[in-house]
T-cell receptor, first 112, second 116 residues
Framework: GQNIDQPTEMTATEGAIVQINCTYQ??????LFWYQQHAGEAPTFLSY????GLEEKGRFSSFLSRSKGYSYLLLKELQMKDSASYLC?????????????FGTGTLLAVQP | EAGVAQSPRYKIIEKRQSVAFWCNPI?????LYWYQQILGQGPKLLIQ????????DSQLPKDRFSAERLKGVDSTLKIQPAKLEDSAVYLC??????????????FGPGTRLTVT
């Protein structure tokens, strides 16, 4: 079976740092995506990790440990506009190419 | 470059009625996906096309849902008859690693369906 776990909600303060964790148990693994989704809008791509380690992109970083089935998204210097849902998605190996399994998402509220 | 287009953006129907959604992917993207996103949940893949062929429809409720991509470009998703639990946002996405060099899926704005 496929299982992806993320916290349901998180709250953080403007200017602070927040880490959103994602653990997964899937029948095959071929990479992990993080998407951002503002209320009522489409998901937009943030990062893709296929190898272990940290990928940094501006204020956003994403980490992957394949042996632990674990990833996190790190958001620095939080801004009010970062209030959104953050979706962790595993790209599966085998079967249909590029099939993604999404977690339920973490709703982040950034407070002044 | 134009993004993924979807219509309508909103639809309200009564249960047992039928409804259809349309999607036009990014030009040149061979792979097209339809997702169902229920409020408070992540997107769930309903069907995946590679050009005009189905590569995965394992989670499509085939007794009421159907989808086609006849010419390998735009696609239609239909629900007939609708149930209350079909109330959700229906997202269309497309991808083309060959064109973009990435496995990223590009999402459209979605169609919000309310079944009363």
């Amino acid at each position: 079976g496929q299982n992806i776990d993320q916290p349901t909600e998180m709250t953080a303060t403007e200017g602070a740092i927040v880490q959103i964790n994602c653990t997964y148990q899937t029948s095959g693994f071929n990479g992990l995506f993080w998407y951002q989704q503002h209320a009522g809008e489409a998901p937009t791509f943030l990062s893709y990790n296929v190898l272990d380690g940290l990928e940094e992109k501006g204020r956003f970083s994403s980490f992957l440990s394949r042996s632990k089935g674990y990833s996190y998204l790190l958001l620095k210097e939080l801004q009010m506009k970062d209030s959104a849902s953050y979706l962790c998605a595993v790209r599966l190996r085998g079967g249909a190419t590029n099939k993604l399994i999404f977690g339920t998402g973490t709703l982040l509220a950034v407070q002044p | 470059e134009a993004g993924v287009a979807q219509s309508p953006r909103y639809k309200i129907i009564e249960k047992r009625q039928s409804v259809a959604f349309w999607c036009n992917p990014i030009s040149g993207h061979a792979t097209l996906y339809w997702y169902q996103q229920i409020l408070g949940q992540g997107p769930k893949l309903l069907i995946q096309f590679q050009n005009n062929g189905v590569v995965d429809d394992s989670q499509l409720p085939k007794d009421r849902f159907s989808a086609e991509r006849l010419k390998g470009v735009d696609s239609t998703l239909k629900i007939q008859p609708a149930k209350l639990e079909d109330s959700a946002v229906y997202l269309c996405a497309s991808s083309s690693p060959r064109l973009t060099g990435s496995y990223e899926q590009y999402f459209g704005p979605g169609t919000r369906l309310t079944v009363t």
